[in-house]
């Protein structure tokens, strides 16, 4: 097991070589690897740490799962409580604590879209999806909702909006117009190919970013995510609006 700094390295693949031997091992004092002494196997304090870091996998979105998979398998056995049974106090600590992060870890990195607002995240991005909260609380309330429509958006949104308004109104007087309903259905299903083709879009982003070889680039990069993204959470909230009118 390699030990030394690799600073910046892109040792994407390998999850077993420690990504920051910082410190040394509690019991042994040899210099550590990640979550484990490389030396005496034993489990570490939790470092703080990314997720990303976490798994020894450098900030790139196109990451092979099978890969993290692997590693969340491996470190799910080595963190097995099982094997604590009989630890000191502090090292079934750490293990719970360690076990914690790496299923939360997984969890985020293996899902494309929450890894995508992860890293955005990491890279000091305010995504418009954690203003959801606020919007759920509108919803609730049935107070305002304050999202802003994406300018891409804002013709056709304008458009459904209104009809969604007449709908509403239809059936709040018992009266319903099919060829109104139809519409609507109609642009529901366009709304909803279109959120599925900027998945799509997102992913090419993703090459973009790790690919990138300067700033600028990767602000480019990093700009054309949080707008698809934040394109696609509209879209998400549109059409829930729109099934909410079409059911009740
Ligand atoms: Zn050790």
Not at 29 to 49: E, I, L, N, Y
Not at 196 to 209: G, I, N, P, Y
């Amino acid at each position: 097991m390699c030990l030394m700094a690799h600073p910046e390295s892109n040792s994407s693949s390998s999850l077993i070589v420690p990504g920051e031997a910082t410190s040394a091992c509690w019991s042994c004092g040899t210099m550590r690897a990640a979550h484990f002494c490389s030396a005496c196997g034993k489990v570490q304090p939790p470092a703080p740490t990314d997720y990303f870091a976490f798994f020894d996998l450098p900030r790139k979105l196109d990451l092979d799962t099978a890969v993290l998979e692997r590693g969340f398998y491996d470190l799910s056995r080595k963190l097995h409580p099982d094997l604590y049974a009989r630890a000191g106090k502090r090292e079934q600590e750490w293990s719970m604590e360690q076990s914690s992060m790496l299923n939360d870890a997984y969890r985020t990195l293996k899902d494309p879209i929450r890894r995508t607002q992860y890293l955005l995240r990491l890279e000091g991005v305010e995504l418009e999806e954690q203003s959801m909260a606020a919007t759920e609380k509108a919803r609730a309330t049935g107070g305002l909702k304050k999202q802003v429509v994406p300018p891409g958006l804002l013709e056709e949104v304008f458009e459904l909006n209104l009809q969604l308004e007449e709908l509403r109104a239809q059936k709040k007087l018992g009266e319903d117009d099919p060829a109104l309903i139809e519409e609507i259905g109609r642009q529901k299903l366009e709304l909803e190919e279109k959120y599925d083709a900027l998945f799509d879009e997102l992913k090419r982003c993703w090459s973009a970013w790790d690919q990138a070889m300067d700033e600028a680039a990767r602000g480019k990069a990093r700009d054309q995510m949080v707008d698809l993204l934040n394109r696609r959470n509209y879209i998400r909230n549109l059409v829930r609006d729109v099934n909410e009118v079409l059911e009740n």
